[in-house]
């Protein structure tokens, strides 16, 4: 039931929601610390999103505060939607006593509070410190917390949280010093004043920790280095290698010069060596010279079980086995420091002692010349000669092998892999070019030449796939011709002709550039003459025009240039006998190209360059799609009737979100996002068609109250219709297929270029 406002509670003064289908009854019993009662508390009403502070889950406040700034008048929000995501953070601090540290009684640990106003509730966390020795994080979980006694039956609100206050909450006391600029903003704007922030004390304990630590790293007379951590070591060099070329000249009795790869890892100065075999060389197995390890600088010998230990044992105590000690020796005062190399002692020219095998390094890559440029400074890095190896011959490459013809069974790949490989394999295709040029088809239009006068009738239709190369004809069947159309030639790949079928080389294939208007083809001894192209060919030959030359209009403008120069007047009169050239003078497609083809032979100027050059100029221009405004509202409103929409409120409240200042007019991305965006059950090509009717201004935005106009089916409903393809019978979209029948002539003139270069010579 609603209310007229400000009038009383009496008959004609108030009427039923018949929207409203629900009508549940309010909660009347509560369960508040153990103790079953009434409740007695009112539903948090409404709120202004920038006007007086309420708490969402308390009555109004009964008293008016003074604010700031004078809250603006705006729409009432319900509290968890008025205050979504906007919280509340408040510094404090509060005093830990101790009772086992001398010098320090207490400890103050700093905390943020927050308070959440969408729903009243609070959360307390605690930053950790490093080095603190006390576990950090979360104090109090979000919750609502309730005051201390005498007044626990009420929850803490926004107005018992200021700068400069206690707040006690689970019997503890915080100080609250500080807050940020969010917070105080928004109280300001509330009317609640808050003071400036405070200084917070200092922390006992973190002054007793730093003052050790200064005591323990301020040792006099220390000249060592601070020692780097292997994991951080790890962490900023990994996968960072330096690489050598060297070698070991093993002056044994079988012994010979060893060519090696020496690789230095940053990330744990270790080294790896590994050898290279030339060809032939007889040598087998691992290429490991040297496994990963770190190398000593200094070699002895191989040490003896027991020697090298991580301590040393002074005496064993005991009798027998089960009770004996062992006394080790803390210092190490016999163990011997190794050292071991480091990217410092690696340069071209040093040599390594490994394991008591002198390696010369020779050369390093760019990576390593980089790091010791940057690093060191070292500019030089002229590589090394070296050493001439006795079992290392010149590679000649043999001559190469021969294969048997082609014995006619399967594909010329598939002879090739039985003969190169015992186990042949299926011949690969180019999966790039099949995903990228997948489902383009060049179609073409032709006749076939013979002395037959029946066969030079029929028609046919070429088709040039470019995802593999391969051709299809396809005959157009025609009543009472006497031949059957349907497939003529089956998809494959077409061999040049003229080549040698039964050889052991591969054999040349038609590519896509053999096939153009005016050209004749022979496929598998039939001679074809191409005559027409669709829309798409012709598109796509003239986007790449360095595949296609017949459709590079550069090159054929160019060529004509060079042959009208010399005659140039007598081709504009031939063009254009009678009339003086204007804005809109145009040329048929038959005159231009009689007028070509007297300057130039049908040798030089193929029938598709003029096609190409017709196209480029055309006069014509495609006409703008027509699409019926009742028939693609009509045709909305049965897609909202399919899918039982019928929520203009929520298309209304989501415009007037996009257009918070109610402007007549905003553009087509928003209009688009709000169709998306309500999830109104429309297919892309039907959004579309829609914005194309829609009514617009000057400067091509959509108009508002026509959008809501157009979807409103209870105020203005448009005749049903049968159930369509939106995608094609809507709104046809035909291809303009009478593209260059009328060419632009001024347009021509003015690429062609000699009016400029007739007018210069005259003067």
């Known amino acids: ?73 705006s729409i009432k929000l319900p509290p968890w939607l008025a205050y979504d995501k906007q919280v509340l953070c408040f510094n404090a601090y509060f005093k830990e006593p101790l009772t086992e540290v001398y010098h320090a009684p207490y400890q103050v640990r700093k905390v943020k509070i927050y308070f959440y106003l969408e729903d009243g509730t609070m959360q307390i966390t605690e930053p950790k410190v490093e080095n603190s020795g006390i576990p950090q994080g979360c104090l109090v979980h979000r919750q609502r917390i309730p005051k201390s006694p005498p007044g ?217 010349q980089h790091y010791y440029r940057e690093k060191y400074g070292i500019q030089d890095f002229t590589p090394q000669p070296q050493p001439d190896r006795s079992d290392e011959r010149p590679y000649h490459q043999g001559q190469a092998r021969r294969l048997p013809p082609y014995n006619g069974w399967g594909s010329y790949e598939d002879s090739e892999g039985n003969c190169i490989t015992v186990e042949p394999k299926a011949p690969q295709a180019d999966f790039k070019k099949l995903f990228k040029y997948d489902g383009c088809i060049l179609r073409f239009g032709a006749k076939l030449m013979s002395v037959i006068r029946e066969n030079c009738e029929r028609s046919f ?88 030359p017949v459709a590079d209009i550069r090159s054929i403008m160019k060529k004509i240039r060079d042959a009208v120069r010399p005659q140039y007047k007598e081709f504009v009169l031939r063009c254009k006998p009678d009339v003086d050239l204007g804005d809109s003078t145009t040329v048929s497609y038959d005159k231009l190209k009689s007028t070509l083809l007297s300057y130039l032979p049908k040798e030089s100027l193929l029938n598709h360059e003029i096609v190409t050059v017709c196209r480029f100029f055309s006069a014509e221009q495609m006409p703008p799609p ?27 409240e989501h415009l007037s979100h996009i257009n918070p200042t109610c402007k007549p007019y905003i553009s087509e991305a928003q209009v688009r996002s709000t169709l998306r965006g309500c999830r109104l059950p429309f297919s892309l090509e039907l959004v579309e068609d829609i914005l194309q009717v829609l009514q617009r201004n000057s400067q091509g935005e959509i108009e508002v109250r026509d959008v809501l106009g157009f979807f409103n089916m209870s105020a203005d409903q448009v005749p049903d219709i049968a159930p369509l393809n939106i995608a094609f019978e809507l709104c046809p979209k035909l291809p303009f297929l009478h593209k260059g029948r009328l060419v632009d002539f001024n347009w021509f003139i003015q690429y062609l270029g000699l009016e400029e270069e007739l007018v210069r010579d005259n003067y």
């Open 152 to 368: 626990d039956r009420e929850f803490i609100s926004i107005f018992d949280l200021n700068v400069d206050t206690n707040v006690q909450i689970f019997d503890r006391v915080y100080h609250i010093s500080g807050c940020d600029i969010f917070t105080r903003q928004f109280l300001n704007r509330a009317g609640i004043h808050v003071p400036v922030s405070l200084m917070e004390p200092n922390d006992p304990t973190t002054e007793m920790r730093r003052r050790s630590a200064l005591k323990q790293t301020s040792r006099p007379n220390t000249s060592a280095l601070p020692k780097r951590h292997s994991f951080a070591q790890f962490l900023e060099f990994d996968r960072r290698v330096l690489k050598f070329q060297g070698y070991w000249n093993d002056r044994s009795e079988f012994g010979d010069v060893r060519k090696l790869d020496i690789c230095y890892y940053l990330a744990d100065d270790t080294i790896d060596i590994k050898e290279k075999f030339p060809r032939n060389s007889g040598r087998e197995g691992p290429s490991t010279f040297l496994k990963r390890a770190k190398l000593p600088k200094e070699f002895t010998g191989l040490a003896l079980p027991g020697q090298q230990t991580s301590v040393t044992l002074l005496n064993v105590l005991g009798t027998n086995m089960r009770d004996v000690r062992y006394v080790t020796d803390p210092l190490n005062t016999g163990q011997k420091q190794v050292q071991h190399y480091t990217a410092q002692d690696l340069q071209i020219g040093a040599v390594l002692n490994v394991f008591g095998r002198d390696v010369i390094l020779t050369s390093c890559d760019q990576f390593t």
């Open 461 to 548: 239709v070429i088709s040039y796939y470019l995802a593999d190369d391969t051709v299809q004809i396809y005959e157009i069947p025609r009543r009472n011709s006497g031949f059957v159309g349907g497939e003529f030639l089956k998809r494959a790949r077409v061999p040049l002709p003229g080549q040698e079928k039964f050889s052991s080389a591969r054999p040349e294939y038609f590519s896509a550039s053999d096939f153009y208007i005016g050209s004749t083809v022979n496929l598998k001894d039939h001679i074809f003459h191409i005559i027409s192209a669709d829309e798409f060919t012709l598109l796509y030959m003239e986007q790449h025009p360095n595949e296609f």
């Open 626 to 652: 027509s699409c019926d405004r009742n028939h693609v509202r009509a045709a909305a409103q049965l897609e909202l009737k399919r899918a039982l929409w019928n929520n203009v409120e929520e298309l209304t």
């Open 1 to 73: 039931m609603l209310r007229l406002p400000g009038m009383p509670l009496l008959p004609g003064a108030q009427f039923y929601d018949y929207s409203k289908h629900r009508h549940p009854r309010r909660q009347t019993l509560m369960h508040y610390q153990g103790i079953h009662m009434l409740s007695d508390r009112r539903e948090p009403e409404l709120v202004e999103p920038n006007g007086p502070l309420v708490d969402p889950k308390c009555p109004p406040v009964a008293t008016e505060m003074s604010a700031t700034w004078t809250p603006k008048i």
